[in-house]
């Protein structure tokens, strides 16, 4: 499994500019909002799905923070099989990170077409930075969104955008 040291290293090994903050470990959203002035950009929420019968790949939904959107929703734009939360064996196993840090950069550690990774299309075209943990949750770093898609596609994962709709 990936460092978060080693996977820094691969950012600047490609040229792609990374600002990485430490802090505090970060559980929710509104205890990461506390951090704000040192993290300008987009924030996310990352909700991470097992298929609920096996079949197809687990999906990694990538929300800009403050979207209120249906799980049952989401996973029916994404063209995915009915879903469940994954237990925390499974986000070890496939991101290799514990629960409360779940990033986008787990994929680093995911065989590709193991997890589909599918991101709000707003947090990506509406920011120049978006920032996500690097694979821990006492960091966070910002990237922009274009170099995020092509560093994951570099890994051999195709990410997808989706128009989220809302809840309601």
């Keep these: 499994m990936e460092t978060p040291e080693g ?42 799905l097992r298929p609920a019968r096996g079949e197809g790949p ?13 799980v049952n929703a ?13 237990e925390a064996e499974h986000l070890r196993a496939q991101l290799g990170v514990e629960p409360g840090s779940v990033t986008p950069f787990g994929l680093v550690n995911a065989r590709p077409g193991a997890v589909r990774v599918v991101f709000d299309q707003g947090l990506m075209e509406g920011f120049e930075w978006v920032n996500f ?14 170099d995020m898609l092509r ?4 890994l051999g994962h195709e990410p997808a955008l989706l128009a989220v ?4």
């Design 58 to 70: 687990f999906l990694l939904l990538v929300l800009e923070e403050e979207r209120r959107a249906s």
């Design 7 to 48: 996977l820094l290293a691969r950012l600047d090994a490609l040229g792609i500019e990374a600002r990485t903050v430490r802090h505090p470990p970060v559980f929710t959203v509104a205890e990461s909002q506390a951090l704000r002035p040192d993290l300008p950009g987009g924030h996310s929420k990352n909700l991470f």
């Design 133 to 146: 943990h690097p694979l821990t949750n006492t960091m966070t770093t910002a990237i922009r969104p274009a």
């Design 74 to 86: 989401l996973v029916r734009a994404a063209g995915a099989p009915r879903s469940a939360f994954a």
């Design 165 to 168: 709709p809302e809840a309601g």
């Design 151 to 154: 560093f994951l596609r570099g």
